[in-house]
């Protein structure tokens, strides 16, 4: 019972990560038909402001500062990585709107740039971000069975991104609006919804959801230039799986992707696990290439 219970538990874990990550995707790629693939970095760029906070609180306020700074930078992280974001929209996402070859090249060659950059500032060694004293240790419900509290803080910071940009997009004007371009961008336009602003503003909001996706990412293991590089697949999958647009299908696809990624890799090992993944998704979008969750239209 404990080990499926562990397994559960993992699937859980991996699906809350995947779809803290997916989530800013789902704007860049699933609203704005952008693939971005500089969006690896704006997680990278999160997890280095995790690590520059820490280091800049622990210094002049020891274990105090420890235990209190991923609570400001995690605020630091999304506004860093949405700055980014706002900037690449403006300078380059926005001249090649309509040119989604364009754009993959384009992002593809910032995120090496981008990569380069943290290599020079931060070294090409993996660098350690401490958890605070409070993540350390984990709840064990049963014999055997342990759930980290890093691994449960992620889960609930992934349910409170999720629940937020829910109630923006469905709650609130700017909202409305963003999903007024995207749905039909003409007619938003003729009746006076500013289209590039909103269009820099969902941007940024992507990137700085990638922000405290990597802030989050840092306190499961040591982080480096090329953190993003190992997510970025996975995060497309989601979106594609789930249904481009689609916030619920998103939800659904990350938390079946990490469920299928537990149990075929403890069947069999890691690398053919995401073989069997990467098989079962190409066969479903066989059979509904919308997507778990496909937009309606007339």
């Not at 820490?54 to 700074?69: H, I, K, R, W």
């Not at 943290?118 to 049963?142: C, H, K, T, Y």
């Not at 989601?238 to 481009?244: D, E, I, Q």
């Not at 098989?279 to 239209?297: C, E, N, V």
Request: charged share 10%; glycine share 12%.
């Amino acid at each position: 019972m404990a080990i499926w219970l562990s397994q559960g538990f993992n699937a859980l874990s991996i699906g809350s990560i995947l779809l803290l990550i997916a989530i800013g995707l789902a704007f860049s790629f699933g609203l704005m038909n952008v693939i971005n693939m500089a969006h690896g970095e704006f997680i990278m760029a999160g997890a280095y402001t995790a690590y520059v906070t820490q280091t800049e609180l622990v210094g002049p306020f020891g274990s105090a500062g420890l235990d209190v700074y991923l609570f400001i930078a995690l605020p630091i992280a999304f506004v860093v990585a949405a700055g980014m974001g706002a900037v690449l929209e403006r300078v380059l996402i926005r001249r090649l709107y309509g040119r989604p070859l364009d754009t993959l090249l384009a992002t593809w060659g910032l995120s090496l740039i981008l990569q380069q950059a943290a290599r020079s500032i931060f070294g090409a060694p993996n660098v350690q971000v401490i958890a605070p004293s409070w993540l350390r240790d984990g709840l064990e419900p049963l014999d055997g069975f342990v759930m980290p509290y890093s691994r449960l803080f992620i889960l609930a910071l992934a349910g409170i991104c999720l629940a937020g940009v829910a109630l923006y997009l469905t709650k609130t004007a700017g909202g409305r609006r963003i999903r007024a371009v995207m749905q039909n961008r003409e007619v938003a336009s003729s009746l006076g919804v500013r289209t590039p602003t909103v269009d820099t503003f969902t941007f940024a909001l992507s990137s700085g959801l990638a922000g405290v996706a990597g802030c989050a990412l840092a306190l499961l293991g040591p982080i480096g230039p090329a953190l993003g590089t190992y997510y970025i697949v996975d995060a497309f999958m989601v979106v594609v799986l789930g249904g481009v647009g689609m916030l619920a299908g998103t939800v659904v696809a990350a938390f079946s992707i990490g469920g299928l990624n537990t149990f075929l890799e403890w069947g069999t090992s890691a690398s053919l696990g995401k073989v069997f993944v990467f098989a079962a998704i190409i066969i479903f979008l066989q059979w509904r290439p919308a997507g778990l969750i496909a937009r309606r239209a007339r």
